[in-house]
């Protein structure tokens, strides 16, 4: 049973070395410099792999998305009736989980403010509100999301959280879909987004979402943090917002076009702290175990984990 391994603009070595490894005894093809046998994949082990790729491999079984937002691959208009496995695991969720807690940190904690005051070389203190006077709201209750809660709950933060539906977790918020919106913001100082790109979510942090936030808060204005897709964004709405203090700060992972264009007025923003897609990187150790365990399972008549939705689209 062979693979194919398809990952543009990634350096697939360590990807490579340990599936050889791993398993040695199966075919590894790595496109597109050794791709020369598409009748021989069994399964695709993918990011961003190019559309219409995946459609020229006639016994493909199972695509293994190594990331855990589907939507580049859900858009692939010939994408293969097979099963599609995303990544759920521990590493990429605590890495999620630490840079969701760093960015809360430095808003709550007036980092940048103080990293500018250290470069003119001024000493002077701010008043600083407890953690637990400080109210988070995070958008996405799934693997991400209910991870990095906890941990900010653990912190002293008052946290909530909205879903598509409905749920229930110890020492959070909940609320869930439309009707449950307008409450979420209305009751959030830092909103944290984990969304995934789907029709529901395209463009939803806009400038409309924004003024629903919390006015009354012990920052002084709300801050927007976005770890989930760049085109759940709208990045001039993030920008107006920003000059009008409807927001007064935010952090961004994704952005509407990835690499961020160098010009784009987000890289210079004094509110802004950019971070180029890195927040939760699939490690190639624990990702290539946690596929080819899945492979083993699904060879010996078992169920694969992690399947998406396509209809619900994640
Ligand atoms: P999950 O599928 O586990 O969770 C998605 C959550 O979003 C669920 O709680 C779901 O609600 C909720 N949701 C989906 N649609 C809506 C909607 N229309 N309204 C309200 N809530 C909605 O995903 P993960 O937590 O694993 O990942 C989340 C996203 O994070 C990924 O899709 C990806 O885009 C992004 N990501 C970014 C990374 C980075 O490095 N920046 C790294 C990894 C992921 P419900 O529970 O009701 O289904
Ligand atoms: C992912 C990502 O979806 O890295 O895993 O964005």
């Known amino acids: 049973m062979s693979l194919l391994l398809s990952a543009p603009g990634w350096d697939l070595a360590a990807w490579a070395g340990r599936i050889s490894k791993r398993a040695p005894g199966r075919r590894l093809q790595v496109a597109p410099d050794r791709f020369s046998g598409p009748e021989a994949v069994d399964y695709v082990l993918t990011w961003n792999v190019p559309h219409g790729l995946l459609s020229t491999l006639p016994n493909l079984k199972v695509i293994f998305w190594l990331g855990a937002g589907v939507d580049h691959l859900l858009a692939d ?6 099963p599609i496995v995303r990544v759920v695991d521990p590493s990429l969720t605590r890495r999620m989980t630490e840079w969701v807690s760093l960015q ?9 403010t103080y990293l500018d005051q250290q470069r003119r070389v001024e000493w002077r203190s701010h008043n600083h509100p407890m ?5 988070v709201g995070v958008m996405g209750l799934g693997e991400l999301g209910r991870d990095a809660a906890r941990m900010l709950t653990m912190l002293g933060y008052q946290v909530a959280g909205w879903s598509r539906t409905a749920k229930t977790i110890d020492g959070i918020d909940c609320f869930a879909g439309a009707d449950g919106l307008a409450a979420f913001l209305a009751r959030t100082d830092i909103l944290v987004s984990l969304l995934p790109l789907t ?6 942090l806009d400038y409309g979402l924004f003024s629903g936030l919390a006015r009354d808060g012990v920052l002084g204005g709300p801050v927007l943090i976005n770890g989930g897709r760049g085109k759940s964004q709208v990045e001039a709405d993030i920008l107006r917002a920003l000059d009008d203090g409807v927001l007064i700060g935010a952090s961004l992972d994704v952005f509407e076009t990835e690499p961020l264009a160098a010009d784009s ?4 923003h004094p509110r802004v702290i950019v971070t180029p897609h890195v927040a939760a990187e699939s490690d190639p150790t624990d990702l290539v175990d946690y596929v080819l365990t899945q492979i083993e399972t699904f060879e010996a008549g078992g169920a694969l984990k992690n399947r998406v939705d396509r209809t619900r689209g994640y």
């Not at 208009?77 to 097979?82: F, G, K, S």
């Not at 809360?104 to 940048?112: D, I, K």
């Not at 029709?199 to 939803?204: D, L």
């Not at 007025?265 to 210079?268: E, S």
């Open 199 to 204: 029709p529901q979510t395209r463009g939803i």
């Open 104 to 112: 809360v940190l430095m808003h709550h904690r007036a980092a940048l």
């Open 265 to 268: 007025p987000l890289w210079a």
């Open 77 to 82: 208009p010939n994408l293969p009736d097979v």
């Open 131 to 135: 953690a637990r006077d400080v109210r």
